[in-house]
């Protein structure tokens, strides 16, 4: 029995600026943090002649063409496991399509486990590698990679996605204080929607390959926004970040008119009034979790735990995808 885990993430900054369709021209930069929920995997061999997979669904199988889950299909034909007397489980801390990145935190913990059953040892950068090539090139995903990347490292780290494809990865510069006032001020709360994200940034990848002026300009700011964001905290200036969080949200917005609803505005609004400083919405957008930055906690919490929201408390993840059995 091997298990794997691998971590969700908050972005912090510069979201949006990780699309091969921005960064192949003009250069991306992210900062982003794992936490403490987890994307886990199993493999177990067997003893019965067919390959047996349990997520959403259960399939049973007798090769790895048959495969109906793209993303275990093509990472066993990656790692080459053609071994068919194997069991794959997965399981998560939080569900799918709540913007913390889940589908790049599976894409991870499976390679992990796949390259640990094989017995090859695996840097965290080849591996963010392989979960990026697997999801954007072979399955043709618009989306970012600051998901597969932060699952693999770990921590609080800047991504500077540059245009020949490479990716520069170093920890973000902070402050033991930092980090603590950081994990005690920013809460994290369900909206109750559920969406597929790259529906949401399949828009702004259409215009950014069209080289639409208004996106590439909103993507130029929010990118600034990040080197922003990385200068203040790492000054240990928490406020300042929350307020660049709050500039960020509103450009966000700009990108789709399905970023946000009525109900999210309204959630943002009720926030922002008891005690939040400043904050966004997680991921592609359209749903998931609201991040909120406040030094007024409890009264943020009775806020937003009157409007039916519930908070996920979290802490900073610092070993990135890992074998835990």
């Given amino acids: 029995m091997i298990i794997t885990r691998s971590p969700l993430r908050i972005s912090i900054a510069g979201g949006g600026t990780d699309l091969p369709s921005y960064y192949k021209d003009h250069e991306g930069f992210v900062i982003s943090a794992s936490i403490d929920k987890y994307v886990y995997v199993a493999v177990h061999q067997t003893v019965v002649d067919y390959l047996i997979l349990k997520y959403s669904e259960i399939e049973k199988i007798k090769s790895v063409d048959e495969i109906k889950h793209p993303i275990i299909r093509e990472a066993m034909k990656l790692v080459n496991v053609s071994n068919i007397n194997l069991e794959i489980t997965s399981f998560a801390d939080v569900p799918a399509g709540t913007g913390l990145g889940s589908s790049g935190t599976f894409t991870c913990a499976l390679l992990k486990a796949l390259h640990t059953y094989k017995k090859n040892l695996i840097h965290p950068k080849e591996l963010a590698e392989q979960a990026a090539h697997i999801e954007i090139d072979l399955l043709k995903e618009p989306i970012g990679k600051q998901d597969q ?14 245009k020949d494809d490479s990716v520069v990865a170093k920890p973000l510069g902070i402050s033991e204080e930092t980090l603590y006032n950081l994990e005690d001020n920013l809460l994290l709360f369900f909206t109750g ?18 080289h639409d002026q208004s996106m590439i300009d909103n993507l130029h700011y929010v990118k600034e926004l990040g ?11 928490t406020i300042a970040f929350a307020e660049l969080m709050n500039e960020h949200w509103k450009y966000k917005k700009q990108r789709s008119g399905i970023m946000s609803n009525p109900n999210i505005d309204k959630w943002y609004d009720i926030a922002m009034k008891n005690g939040a400083v400043g904050g966004k919405l997680i991921g592609g957008g359209g749903g998931g979790f609201l991040l909120m930055y406040t030094n007024e906690n409890q009264k943020l919490r009775h806020a937003m735990a009157h409007e039916g929201l519930k908070e996920v408390r979290f802490k900073f993840d610092f070993q990135g995808t890992s074998v835990v059995l």
């Fill in 227 to 237: 080197y922003k964001s990385q200068r203040v905290l790492e000054s240990g200036d």
């Fill in 193 to 210: 929607y559920s969406r597929k994200s790259s529906s949401i940034l399949k828009e702004q990848d259409t215009k950014s390959k069209a």
């Fill in 149 to 162: 990347y932060i699952s693999a490292y770990g921590g609080i780290t800047t991504f500077k996605f540059c």
